[in-house]
């Protein structure tokens, strides 16, 4: 059975900066999209952003310039660096990935809360 652990999430300062991670494990072959989402209290769940197989990345356009997602395929790990956070950003954070080659094949993390608040 395939597992995400997110980690990072937290309380920041407007403007502040964090650091989200999420490691997979259990059976994998080959992981194809990584990807980060948002959901806030009574919102649709939407995509952050999300990165290929090949290291391609795509952004939502109100995180573009400010969130930056990479990952490292040897730990089975994908990145979001968030700065320049806003109070807007504020939300539970979920991990997802997708397995080779079937983007319909895929699995969730559990949610890092991560709050922007003065």
């Known amino acids: 059975q395939v597992r995400l652990v997110e980690s990072g999430g937290g309380l920041v300062q407007p403007g502040g900066s964090l650091r989200l991670s999420c490691v997979a494990s259990?059976?994998?072959?080959?992981?194809?999209?990584m990807g980060w989402y948002r959901q806030a209290p009574g919102k649709q769940r939407e995509l952050v952003a999300s990165?290929?197989?090949?290291?391609?990345?795509n952004y939502e356009d109100s995180v573009k310039g400010r969130f930056t997602i990479s990952r490292d395929n040897a730990k089975k790990t994908v990145y979001l660096d968030m700065n320049s956070l806003k109070p807007e950003g504020t939300a539970v954070y979920y991990c997802?990935?997708?397995?080779?080659?079937?983007?319909?094949?895929?699995?969730w993390g559990q949610g890092t809360q991560v709050t922007i608040t003065s």
């Open positions: 997802r990935i997708t397995l080779y080659p079937r983007d319909e094949d895929d699995c």
């Open positions: 990165i290929s197989s090949g290291g391609m990345s």
């Open positions: 259990g059976s994998i072959f080959r992981i194809n999209t």
